[in-house]
Every structure is written in structure tokens, then in C-alpha cells.
């Protein structure tokens, strides 16, 4: 027993390490933008988005290997990638929109940083969606309910994200309306993608703790830098309630955690 637990510490400690380099980050956003103006957001944006993907990603290793994590990391940027170009292409699945030059490199008009963007918080989503479908028979069934309550969770956080990013002018709808000037198809289209994906990878099972941790911290600092430091307090009201309702779930889902 003490030698698992000791294990157990050994593998955790990478996580915690890089949840902590993310979590400070997050903190020096909104002071680097007060001491040095708005120019240094799309560079803060970045530094701490691969932070947070680098905790996820250390995260899946604990019960992945490195040849798994890599593969799926790679499936999900191609596919989410994919999605973006056709969505900024075309208007399917999220409506009429397009990037600004705001975040750099870029390749065919989409920000190579997106596809981290994308993997940063559907692994927090699996953990939720694990434990929301705990209770479900092995299936059909459970995959598909597994697919549906990630695609909910990043949808969910498409709530925060999407207003922040517009202000931030990070990329521009052609019509800005519905949701705080959010097409509501968009919602809709990160469901599907989401949801699509997961199906797609078949992620489980996934290291439910600090996955969950990560989800969490979204959204609790997301709730507060909006509401506080952005002037978006309506984005973050219901960004925090529907990332909650998730998170509530699957905290009170079947298992141990």
C-alpha cells in the first residue's frame, strides 16, 4: 500500500507542477496586461494555453501511455483543425466567422495554437463525461452518451471562451448576434465537433482527479477574470452556470475518484 501510494505521488507530481506553471499564468494575464497594455494578450493567451495543454496532456499519461497520448493528441489537432478551416472557410458547423491576424503562426487562415486550444479542454471534458456515464452499461449506449456529455462540457465552456476571444479580437462574426454577439449555431457546431471527436478517439479511460481539477480551475478563474478584469460579467454568469451544472455532475458521478 505504501509503495502504491508512493507511486502514485511519483506520477502526480509532474501534474501538479505544470497545473501550478498554468494556474500562474493565468494570474500574470491580466497583471501583464494592466503593466504593458493589450498588446501583450495574444502572447499571455498563448504562453498559458500551452501550459494548461502540457497539464492535460502530462495528466493522460498516468494511465495512458506516451505512444496513446501522442496519437490522440495528434488525431484531435488534425480533426480540430479541420473543422476550423472549414468553419472559417465556410460558415459549417459555427457559422459565418473568421480569424483576425490577432494570433500568430497561422496556417490557411487558422491560428496553429486553436488545435491546443481544442485538446487544453477536451480531456478536462472526457474526465467530466467519465464520470457523469459511470453508472451506464458498457455499449453503444455509454459511448454515445460519453460523446454527448463532452461535447456539453465544451460547449459549456464556449460560453466563456467565445465573447472573450471576439473582444479580445481574436477572430469576428459576420453577424454579431445571439448569444453577447455569439451566432447560437456556434454552440451547436461545438457540440457536434466535440462530440464527433470523442467518438472518434474513444478516449476512455482517463485520469479522472486532475483532469476534473483542470476543469474546475477553468472555471472558477474564467468566472473571475471576466467578470472582474474583462467587463464581461454576463459571459461569465452563464459560463459559470453550465460549466458548474458539468462539473457538479460529474463530481457527483458513479465511482471513486
Do not use: C, H, K
Amino acid at each position: 500500500m505504501t509503495a502504491d501510494i508512493g507511486a502514485a505521488r511519483i506520477r502526480m507530481s509532474p501534474v501538479m507542477a505544470a497545473l501550478g506553471a498554468w494556474v500562474l499564468s493565468m494570474i500574470a494575464l491580466p497583471i501583464a496586461r494592466w503593466v504593458f497594455g493589450d498588446s501583450v494578450i495574444p502572447a499571455m493567451t498563448t504562453v498559458s494555453a500551452l501550459f494548461q495543454v502540457s497539464a492535460v496532456l502530462i495528466a493522460l499519461r498516468t494511465t495512458w501511455s506516451t505512444a496513446r497520448v501522442a496519437a490522440v493528441f495528434a488525431v484531435v489537432a488534425i480533426l480540430t483543425f479541420g473543422a476550423e478551416w472549414l468553419g472559417s472557410t465556410t460558415g459549417i458547423p459555427f457559422g459565418d466567422y473568421a480569424y483576425t491576424d490577432g494570433l500568430q503562426p497561422q496556417i490557411a487562415g487558422v491560428p496553429l495554437l486553436i488545435p491546443f486550444a481544442w485538446m487544453m479542454m477536451l480531456g478536462p471534458s472526457w474526465a467530466v463525461a467519465q464520470r457523469v456515464t459511470a453508472s451506464l452499461p458498457a455499449g453503444f449506449l455509454r459511448g454515445a452518451a460519453f460523446a454527448g456529455v463532452s461535447g456539453a462540457a465544451m460547449a459549456a465552456w464556449d460560453l466563456y471562451l467565445d465573447p472573450q476571444m471576439v473582444a479580445w479580437g481574436f477572430w469576428r462574426w459576420a453577424e454579431p448576434v445571439g448569444y453577447f454577439g455569439v451566432p447560437w449555431v456556434n454552440f451547436a457546431g461545438w457540440f457536434i465537433v466535440a462530440a464527433l471527436v470523442t467518438a472518434i478517439v474513444r478516449p476512455l479511460p482517463v485520469a479522472a482527479p486532475p483532469l476534473l481539477v483542470i476543469y474546475a480551475v477553468v472555471w472558477i478563474f474564467q468566472a473571475i477574470g471576466m467578470a472582474a478584469f474583462w467587463g464581461l460579467g454576463g459571459p461569465a454568469l452563464f459560463g459559470f452556470a453550465a460549466m458548474g451544472l458539468l462539473l457538479a455532475l460529474g463530481i457527483r458521478g458513479g465511482g471513486r475518484l
